[in-house]
Each structure stands twice: as C-alpha cells, then as structure tokens.
C-alpha cells in the first residue's frame, strides 16, 4: 500500500548536504537593491528544501506566505521561493532562476504540469485518476493533486500554496474540465505552518465523499472520506497492470492488499484463486464491493481481514504455496532516527522472507517500498538478505517505480519514494 504522497523530509537540518560554493568570495554585499520581499541563503544550493540552518537573513517586510526573491551567499539572484518563519521548512525554493520572477510563475507552472499528462502522456486516454501536480517534481513545494474523474483531491503541506489554492482552482477546473475539489491538510502539520482548514469549507462544500473512476478498463470506487490518504494510490497504476499480465492460471497471494488494486488485476488477468489480506476491515469492504463492479466472483478472489504478518506465518506453517505473493506494505521507516530506521528495515526484511518462503519454485515475487528515507539499493538488499536466509535466491528481472504522473526535478532525487521489486524465487 503506497504512501502516495511526496515525501516531505528530502533532508534534514542535521543532515549534510551536498552544498559546493562555485565562486570566490567578494566584498560587502547591497541587499538595498534586492527585489523584497527577499531571503538569503548562507549556501549555494539547488535543493527545494531550505532548512533553519541553511537560511541566512530575511527582509523585515517577508511575511509567512509571501513569495520571496532568494539570493545566494554571494548576493546573487538564484530563484524564487515561499517563506514561512513558523515552519520546520522555512524556505521553498519553487525554481531557480536569475530571472525576476512573480506571481505569474506559478499558473506557467500548473499549466505546464497539466499539458504533461494530458498532452504529452495522454492519460485521459488510459486513467480517470492520475496527479495533476507532484509538489517539487514540478515546481510546486509543498503541494499535490490528484485528479480523480470530475473530482480533484489537494494535500497541501505549505502554508504558501494553501493561500494561494484558492485562485488557482479555477484554472485547474478549467484545463482538466473538473467540477469538484477536496482539499486536505494534516492537522500537525496545519499547525505548525499556521493553517486554518476551516478557509477551505466553502470551496469543498459541494464535493463528493466517493466517486467511481476507470484505471485501464478496471473500475474503482474511490472513498474520500474512509480510504487511506487520497483514497486511492496513482502510483502504482501501471504496476497494476502488469501484475495482472503476468499470472494467468496462478494461485496468487496479495498481501497488505489494501482495497484490492492488484488482486482485481490479477482476477482479470486470469489468475484461479487470488487470496487478499489487509488488516483494515474498512477497505476489505471498499475491495469486495470493487471486485464486485469488476463481476469478479467470490470462489476466485477471497478476502481476509487479518494482519498480513501473522497469516503469512499461519500460512508458512500449514505448507502453503502459491504461484505469485505481492507485497504492498505500508511505510514502514518514517524516521532517520537510528533505533526507529533500523525497526523498519527489521520489518521489510522479516516481511519478504516469509512472503518468499510461500512462493513455488520459480514463482513470482513482487515487493514494495513506499519509504522515501529508504534508497533503492537499501530496500533490495534488505529483500535479498532476507530471502538468502531460506537458502534461496531471487532471479530479479525488473526495478520499477510511480507512473509517469509522479515526476521529479533532478535536485530533488529523494522524493522519487515508491520502489518495486520483480523477481522470481529460485
């Protein structure tokens, strides 16, 4: 179960950072002529993120919100970005750029975000849900939108772009041709960057709570008001799809299976009997009734209300073994804090040795991450550690990711979270 939301902790104040000044130093700087409100770093960086320690003086007039001119240590112009003195985040860099930017960049911005999927992509063509706007994987800190049939789904992480939602909406409505929104702000978060949600009511008055999409020809019910997150993950749409093509006639196990994405592909990919398993007796109800708008029978696609830990377990000991196990589970490191990471590696790896244990000779094990504080590297020797302690080994074909819908800006690799393994088990 992907967190399908961009990950909000790129770097951390303790954390070094590759910053590498390219000029030599001058003399006294004239912050008189700079364009206010304005914000200077002590670093020469390309990150998004600008953290406390990374942030130098700030013009008096910058109030939380404002888009302010950023300039370097070296009193250069180097971007633009949205300040606020209350967040962990002070400082987001939308783009850097010498140019003078204002307000104006931000509707190129969300122009440009959705001439990419609909122009370039072609998504309408394929999905009824996909992102619209990916936060800093297309210019926009601390904001992201999901589209889902007439209905748009807004998290919005940064007080900046929450004050600017508002006029933005109708554009957006009118490119996408949408009619609704539902907007989102986690209450910690709102807090502490001085949101106030209650601004939002009017505007999401008329939304609805569920809405029904197509994903590849599969129909979805999506639930706002009881589903994790947005309700439904676009990330792994295209992962989806080729679960499905691959296990035509297989006994299939779908672990953490949430509201039953991938088990639904694998019904109508021709698998004989699918077994999914999520502890949530929620979104078990919300995956039988989406089986159910599929017309996928009940003696193919069985759903179990269990933790996916313990009947796996229970499963192992009975001698069960399946042709294909997906894991899909929830983020499990959510902290650099040493004790915490290393309890969520412990789970990774603890969850695909059994997942693997249960895989035939020559089946098919597909295992995710969603922990954007978990490289790529780290995540697939964590899986393979665990499954050479069954004295077994992975004939891994393939490394996937988020669909195309989920982009990220070159300084900003860390947000690219969602990693998937293909393999078979030997």
């Known amino acids: 179960m992907p967190d399908d939301t961009p990950q909000e902790d790129f770097a951390s104040e303790e954390q070094d950072l590759p910053f590498r000044p390219v000029r030599k130093e001058r003399g006294p700087i004239d ?10 770093l002590k670093f020469v960086s390309f990150q998004p993120a600008i953290f406390p320690r990374m942030l130098g003086e700030v013009s008096r007039d910058a109030k939380p919100g404002d888009l302010v001119s950023v300039y370097d240590k070296f009193g250069e112009r180097v971007g633009i970005g949205l300040f606020n003195p209350r967040a962990k985040m002070p400082l987001r860099v939308v783009t850097h750029t010498a140019e003078p930017l204002g307000e104006e960049y931000f509707e190129t911005a969300i122009r440009r975000a959705v001439a990419l999927r609909r122009e370039v992509f072609k998504l309408d063509a394929a999905t009824e849900a996909y992102r619209v706007i990916n936060s800093d994987g297309d210019g926009l800190s601390g904001l992201t939108i999901d589209r889902y049939a007439d209905t748009l789904y807004c998290d919005v992480y940064s007080l900046g772009m929450f004050q600017r939602l508002p006029r933005w909406l109708p554009l957006l409505h009118e490119l996408l041709g949408t009619k609704h929104v539902r907007v989102h702000v986690d209450h910690d978060l709102g807090s502490l960057e001085g949101i106030k949600p209650s601004q939002m009511k009017e505007i999401t008055a008329s939304a609805p709570d569920k809405v029904r ?23 792994q749409r295209d ?28 019904a109508l990919g021709g698998a004989t009997e699918i077994t999914a398993v999520d502890l949530d007796e929620k979104v078990i109800t919300q995956g039988r009734r989406n089986a ?11 759903w179990v209300h269990a933790d996916a ?25 959510m902290t650099r804090e040493p004790a915490g990471a290393a309890e969520g590696m412990r789970k990774y790896a603890d969850l695909n040795t059994i997942a693997a244990s249960l895989v035939k000779p020559g089946g098919l ?25 069954l004295n077994r080994r992975l004939q891994l074909f393939d490394r996937t990711g988020a669909g195309v819908d989920h982009p990220v800006y070159s300084n900003c690799l860390e947000s690219r979270y969602l ?8």
């Open 419 to 426: 990693k998937v393994l293909w393999a078979r088990v030997i």
């Open 213 to 235: 999409i197509r994903e590849h020809g599969v129909k979805y019910e999506v639930d706002f008001a009881e589903g994790h997150k947005t309700g439904f993950f676009c990330d």
């Open 239 to 266: 992962n989806r799809r080729r679960f499905g093509s691959l296990v035509n006639g297989a006994r299939v196990l779908d672990l953490c299976s949430y509201t039953g994405g991938f088990s639904i592909n694998a």
């Open 365 to 389: 094990l597909v295992t995710c991450s969603c922990s954007g504080l978990v490289s790529l590297e780290t995540f697939e020797e964590c899986v393979i550690k665990g499954v050479h302690r």
């Open 31 to 40: 912050r008189t002529q700079w364009a206010r409100p304005w914000a200077q």
């Open 292 to 302: 159910n708008l599929n017309q996928i029978s009940p003696n193919r696609l069985k």
């Open 309 to 333: 830990f313990a009947y796996a377990r229970q499963m192992q000991k009975n001698g069960e073994q399946f042709d294909a196990v997906m894991c899909d589970p929830p983020k499990f490191v």
